[in-house]
């Protein structure tokens, strides 16, 4: 069974590069059936999707953030990455990373990892 | 973009109590849904895919019908465990959750 884990600052500053690294085990990230995808949920409010890569370096990401978003894969440390440039407060929110298929439906996911954006 | 709309936003029930929410697609996402169940500082959990297929581990109370726009889950005899909000998520195009259904016990 998958399970995934998210690291990274948990304060960053305003116009600064917001990144996050994501740790797999109980499997391979080069796994050709798998997507590594990013959610993002804001104190109190609901979830929304950030982008997916996978080990082929396919990538997706939301047209509403693609501008800021940059992910990665790191094959060789069974990892993923996260970063968001140019933040702002309304950046402050728990990350999740989380797997999928083909199917954009998540099945496995991290406990998550709190940003804040303040200066 | 396809938003999702859920409602309602909140619903208080009894325990044994039948629970349906709803999920409206703004264009047909075909079976192309899934739900989750949030506890509070936990990640989602994955409840049911593709509108209506149950996820392994996943109590059979839970259920989902529904395609093209119209989607609902129903949790037939209401426990105390099943106290969390819950989302949907169609996957036709990417993904976009709804904005949650907050479900309490009286």
């Known amino acids: 069974q998958l399970q995934l884990q998210e690291s990274g600052p948990g304060l960053v500053k305003p116009s600064e590069t917001l990144s996050l690294t994501c740790t797999v085990s109980?499997?391979?990230?080069?796994?050709?059936?798998?997507?590594w995808g990013w959610i993002r949920q804001p104190p109190g409010k609901g979830l929304e999707w950030i982008g997916s890569?996978?080990?082929?370096?396919?990538?997706y990401h939301s047209p509403s953030l693609r501008s800021r978003v940059t992910t990665s894969v790191d094959t060789s440390k069974n990892q993923f990455s996260l970063k968001l440039s140019s933040v702002t407060a309304s950046d402050t929110a728990m990350y999740y990373c989380?797997?999928?298929?083909?199917?954009?439906?998540?099945?496995?996911w991290g406990q998550g990892a709190l940003v804040t954006v303040s200066s | 973009d396809i938003q999702m709309t859920q409602s309602p936003s909140t619903l208080s029930a009894s325990v044994g109590d039948r629970v349906t929410i709803t999920c409206r697609a703004s264009q047909s996402i075909s079976s192309w849904l899934a739900w989750y169940q949030q506890r509070p500082g936990k990640p989602p959990k994955l409840l049911i895919y593709k509108a209506s297929s149950l996820e392994s581990g996943v109590p059979s109370r839970f259920t989902g019908s529904g395609s093209g726009t119209e989607f609902a889950l129903t949790i037939s005899s209401l426990q105390p465990d099943d106290s969390a909000t819950y989302y949907c998520?169609?996957?036709?195009?990417?993904?976009?959750f709804g904005q949650g259904t907050k479900v309490e016990i009286k």
């Open positions: 998520q169609q996957y036709n195009t990417y993904g976009t």
């Open positions: 989380a797997s999928h298929k083909t199917s954009y439906y998540f099945d496995y």
């Open positions: 109980g499997g391979s990230i080069s796994n050709s059936s798998y997507y």
């Open positions: 890569i996978n080990h082929f370096g396919s990538i």
